[in-house]
């Protein structure tokens, strides 16, 4: 018998609210990631959410898209409110206003290719330097028709320790199995400010990073493997 073929198309969509920068601080805004499964069409895939805030005063909030991997044929941005961005501005900053919500969609136009795109949307309150962000996965495969989808083994990124800190930190990534992982420290900005590759066993692993260079700012801290990818914030003082 002659199995027909199709594209599906799975994404996997994890919201991962960080700590505000100053402990005990109310949040100002939340970055809320709404849609949880496909949306759109052979050609476009988009994911929405909204920013909304918390508060009684406006906020400019910087939006930034970090890409960690993506077709080439691929064309990926994102619409903030009422601004669609062109795929190679990464970086937005709006005003939102008091007990506003904006709005926001990360838009892929796949052209049908079969791949994998990771992006993690970083959104800072430039005032407080609060952060709230969203780790987003979208696989697109060709399967048969009674072919089924697993969503990629989980893996744990502990708390970042000291934190705030003026010299190391500390943290330990649970894997279920051994691969490769990165590990990536942003500035809140998106820009790559330490890049480290790791072979790494099943289990507890204990990693240490000196951050005495780095001038005292806020950071995020992003480990990628098994297809997923998680952040934790740290704050360097001197």
Known sequence: MIRKTHKLFKIIALALGLVATVFGQINNFEFVQSDSAYVGSDTLIALHGEIISLTTASQQITVTRVTHEIPSTWTNSFCVG?????????????????????DFSLDTFTHEAVGIGRWTIFAVDSTTMEV????????VVTVSVDGFFERPESFKLSPVYPN???????????????????????????????????????????????????????????????????????????
């Open 82 to 102: 009422i601004a669609c961005l062109p795929p190679f501005i990464s970086t937005f900053t709006f005003d939102l206003a008091e007990t506003d919500t904006a």
């Open 132 to 139: 709230d962000s969203v780790n987003i996965t979208m696989e």
């Open 164 to 238: 705030p800190t003026n010299a190391s930190v500390n943290f330990d990534l649970n894997l279920l199995h051994a691969g490769e992982y990165e590990i990536v420290l942003y500035s809140l900005d998106g820009r790559e400010v330490m890049t480290r590759n790791y072979q790494l066993t099943s289990g507890k692993n204990h990693l240490q990073w000196n951050l005495q260079g780095l001038p005292s700012g806020n950071y995020i801290l992003s480990s990628t493997g098994a297809g997923e990818t998680v952040s934790r914030q740290v704050s360097v003082i001197k």
